[in-house]
């Protein structure tokens, strides 16, 4: 039989089961403990009422709750774009353009380059208490690079993407229709086998509405589950296919219709928030409070890449979310953790209830709330992952 560990005298526990605790979604259990077996929660309760285990943490009066699922990152590429930013930071627009210029440094990278770079951005995201993340390909955007891409991400990584429709290739610029078929066709075998999630770039400058529909069909047909890049720069029909073809997510919902946010609600399509791109290009924040005020389930993610959002930090995001976007922080810590979890249709991460994945995240502060009131400042002082401390 594997171990067991009481991590006791929690000051705020979030569970995100509201049977719990308070009642509330957080389900906010206070003087709290959490016993872990194995790679598995087996209890979570008062302190005073824990089983005796083998091992005994002291929290002293910290903050825990589940590690962070980030949904939505684009972590396997080479070189950076410090010049795009800090142009654009004089005033420069953003455009998806800028993306080519990270296509042409990752198919010049080495795997072990890729590999490299994949490493130390999850080893920063854990050491911001990220403890699942979903990551995709989308900077080769030939077939060889794409499998690459994606062969690299499934070695750390089950929540797999496989979003060869990134952007047009620039080897395809004339002909966008003939890149829609390779990436529909050949791209699509080599690349299947190692995705969980397939993923359009439904933009202006990107692919429309029907190219957005024809390749997550095909990669359905595959075996892969839709997510799409919806609605992040103008209005656009990314979030009405997303419901149609019941995706798992619409990320970005930044420019939103009332029509578009009845078809969320009346949908299983989560909203992921992705406020870490709004921060890096300066464009106007999504309206959390009128999607949650609908009854949209929204997630909170990084969507860390070189170009649009070049951060790795789940609590930037929950500090962003709280202060411009409208969301309390019980909901943005929700969003960052449960809401995450719904988006990669997950039910065994992002809760601290028996059955769940281990992951646990303590702060150096009494209660969640700091992650938005004190922002900037690192937290995280303990991290579990599949019941090992991993930080
Ligand atoms: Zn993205």
Not at 265 to 287: D, I, K, Y
Not at 300 to 305: A, E, R
């Given at each position: ?8 005298n ?9 049977s ?72 420069r ?14 198919r ?20 911001q ?67 969980r999630w397939?993923?359009?770039f ?58 578009d ?25 999504p ?19 070189p ?8 609590p ?36 601290l209830t ?38």
């Amino acid at each position: 039989m594997s171990s067991s560990t009481v991590i006791t005298n929690i000051a705020t526990l979030v569970t995100n089961d509201p049977s719990l605790g308070d009642g509330s979604p957080l389900g906010l259990v206070r003087d709290a403990a959490v016993v872990i077996e194995g790679d598995r929660v087996v209890w979570t309760g008062d302190s005073s009422k824990a089983p005796a285990t083998d091992n005994r943490v002291d929290a002293d009066g910290r903050a825990a709750l589940p590690g962070f699922v980030d949904s939505h990152s684009h972590l396997v590429f080479a070189g950076d774009r410090t010049e795009e930013f800090n142009a654009r930071m004089s005033g420069r627009g953003y455009t998806a353009g800028g993306i080519r210029t990270t296509v042409a440094a990752t198919r010049a990278a080495t795997d072990e380059e890729l590999e490299a770079n994949l490493t130390r951005y999850l080893s920063e995201a854990l050491h911001q208490g990220t403890t699942t993340f979903e990551t995709k390909s989308g900077y080769g955007l030939t077939v060889a690079d794409e499998a690459r891409a994606l062969r690299i991400a499934a070695q750390h990584t089950d929540e797999v993407t496989y979003l060869g429709a990134h952007i047009v290739s620039p080897d395809h610029a004339d002909d966008p229709a003939a890149y829609v078929a390779l990436v529909t066709g050949e791209m699509l075998d080599a690349c299947a086998p190692y995705a969980r999630w397939i993923d359009v770039f439904c933009e202006q400058g990107a692919f429309d509405g029907d190219q957005a529909r024809a390749i997550l069909t095909a990669g359905r047909a595959k075996g892969l589950h839709p997510r799409i890049h919806a609605n992040q720069l103008s209005y656009g029909p990314g979030v009405q296919v997303a419901v149609e073809l019941d995706a798992a997510s619409a990320d970005h919902c930044t420019h939103l219709t009332d029509a578009d946010v009845d078809a969320l609600a009346g949908g299983r399509t989560v909203a992921t928030l992705l406020p870490g791109a709004e921060f890096s290009t300066r464009a106007a924040w999504p309206n959390a409070r009128r999607l949650l005020d609908a009854g949209v389930t929204v997630a909170l993610s990084t969507d860390c890449n070189p170009g649009s959002s070049f951060t790795s930090s789940v609590p930037f995001c929950i500090a962003l979310a709280v202060r411009d976007m409208g969301m309390t922080p019980d909901e943005a810590v929700w969003s960052a953790t449960a809401g995450g979890a719904a988006a990669l249709r997950r039910d065994d991460v992002g809760r601290l209830t028996p059955g769940a994945y281990a992951d646990l995240t303590l702060l150096d502060a009494p209660s969640h709330v700091h992650l938005a009131y004190r922002p900037g400042v690192p937290l995280v002082s303990g991290v579990w992952k599949r019941g090992v401390r991993a930080v």
